[in-house]
């Protein structure tokens, strides 16, 4: 923390912070950032497009995040709740970049069930059926959530802690347990026609 | 308190799946659902549906655009990058320090050093992502020449008004601006927000030298600041404290002012253990 309330830095700044780097000089911390990119790569992007931006614009915010990530753990921050770190790195870049697109209209992944999705093969046809319908259904309830009810739902889907969901947007942990309950509890009454 | 003998509600169901509860409140719990169907029964609901969303979520993602491989690869490109430059940086550096040439070599040395240097930290990298130049602290204490910040002239009654100074966004054109004094244009700037340092709740204005790039992801983030924010604005509007202390302790240094009205030296959100409350959540 020390480090961080210091004055503005420099090039020289970060220069030194990475030969200070210590035990783990910045080679070490690149195979650890490429460690965590192959453990977060898919849940991160699957988190960011549920956002609301593009394919492209979703790899582009992933890189992003590990080189800031990189920079990070080399000037020697703190690596308390790192995966909350990284997944609010990713939100808000996200929704930088889904301000930006706001012109061109990008639709949200999860406003529309593609059908013709590939279904399992396994399944019989029947059981497939049933399936779409209730994830239509569920899909539903999520849609007319507010948005943070529905990032917070996304997050815990992603397998993040509360405490993680809740540094990622910025919320009191007791506010992503209620809005999860609120959400899962109308999930839950989904099926009661 | 809580009654044992009485049913678990839905929400703390929901914290017992997730595992959220403290261990003595989960045994409870537990206690409770071998003896009780119904909980086990609406436990089993929640599980389903929380279940069947988390696939329907996934699902329904889109695949991945690149292979992890290529994505993996341009990945390791820039931080090798990133360490290079560093490298050249470094060879220069002793390259001058150590150096027993005459001195024209060395002064030639330093304008060599200032055209890298001036590259390094200017020129944006080919990829157009962020290079090692975009590395600085954060600020996350505004720099005080340049943000020194600004009021309007309101009283605390102004400002307690419900629905006083609501804060906004300033345009984009002032955004860019602040980014530009703080030396952090284009890319660079990701990952922070132009914020007020004095909250036009607590009679902030959006004059420019009330302005200033704040950090999503430091520990002292622009979370935490509001918290602190909320926290003056109720103890101004109940009377607790006067309007101008409260501009004059944020401006000054709102991580020290943090600490003093909260009585910590760590941000509350980021170490307090879970706590149940009734508070809806913000947005
Ligand atoms: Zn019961």
Redesign the pocket.
């Known amino acids: 923390m020390a480090s961080q309330s210091a004055n503005p830095g420099t090039e020289a700044a970060f220069l030194g912070a990475i030969d200070a780097a210590l035990p783990l000089g910045p080679e070490a911390i690149e195979e650890e950032v490429v460690l965590l990119f192959d453990e977060y790569r898919v849940r991160l992007l699957r988190y960011v497009l549920s956002l609301g931006i593009c394919a492209q614009d979703g790899e582009d915010v992933i890189q992003e995040v590990f080189l800031s990530l990189f920079r990070h753990l080399c000037l020697g921050r703190s690596r308390e709740n790192l995966r909350g770190w990284i997944f609010c790195v990713a939100h808000n870049l996200a929704l930088k970049q889904r301000n930006k697109n706001k012109r061109q209209q990008q639709r949200a992944v999860y406003e529309e069930l593609a059908l013709e999705k590939q279904l399992d093969p396994a399944a019989d046809p029947e059981e497939q059926l049933a399936i779409n319908e209730r994830q239509m259904r569920l899909l539903q309830v999520v849609n007319a959530l507010t948005e943070a009810d529905r990032w917070c739902l996304y997050l815990r889907a992603e397998g993040l802690r509360y405490r993680e969901i809740a540094h990622t947007l910025g919320l009191s942990l007791g506010s992503v347990a209620n809005s999860l309950g609120r959400s899962i509890q109308k999930l839950a009454r989904a099926d009661e026609r | 308190m809580r009654d044992d003998h ?3 509600t839905q929400a703390e169901l929901l914290l017992a799946l997730d595992d959220e509860l403290s261990p003595r409140r989960s045994a409870e719990v537990q206690n ?2 071998d003896a ?1 169907d ?2 086990r029964a609406a436990m089993g609901e929640l599980k389903n549906a929380a279940g069947d969303f988390d696939k329907a979520y996934r699902d329904n993602a889109n695949a991945p655009l690149h292979s992890a491989a290529s994505s993996r690869a341009a990945l390791q490109a820039k931080m090798a990058e990133m360490r290079t430059n560093r490298s050249r940086f470094a060879a220069w550096r002793a390259f001058i320090s150590g150096s027993s040439l005459p001195t024209w070599t060395y002064a030639l040395g330093l304008v060599v050093l200032a055209v890298l240097g001036y590259g390094l930290l200017r020129a944006p990298t080919p990829t157009g992502m962020p290079g090692v130049s975009d590395v600085r602290q954060d600020p996350i204490i505004p720099d005080a020449h340049l943000t020194p910040g600004v009021v309007r002239s309101v009283s605390a009654i102004d400002v307690c008004r419900p629905g006083a100074g609501e804060e906004t966004r300033p345009p984009a054109s002032v955004q860019k601006a602040v980014f530009h004094e703080y030396g952090m244009d284009g890319a660079q700037a990701q990952g922070y927000e132009v914020d007020h340092l004095i909250t036009p709740a607590l009679g902030g204005s959006d004059d420019i030298r009330n302005l200033w790039p704040e950090s999503y992801s430091s520990t002292w983030n622009a979370h935490v600041k509001d918290e602190l924010e909320d926290r003056l604005r109720n103890m101004v509007c109940g009377g607790q404290l006067d309007l101008t202390t409260a501009q004059r302790d944020i401006a000054r240094n709102w991580v020290s002012a943090y600490k003093k009205y909260f009585h910590t030296d760590r941000p509350l959100s980021h170490n307090s253990d879970f706590v149940e409350d009734d508070k809806p959540p913000k947005g």
């Open positions: 009485k049913h678990i409770h659902l009780c119904m909980c």
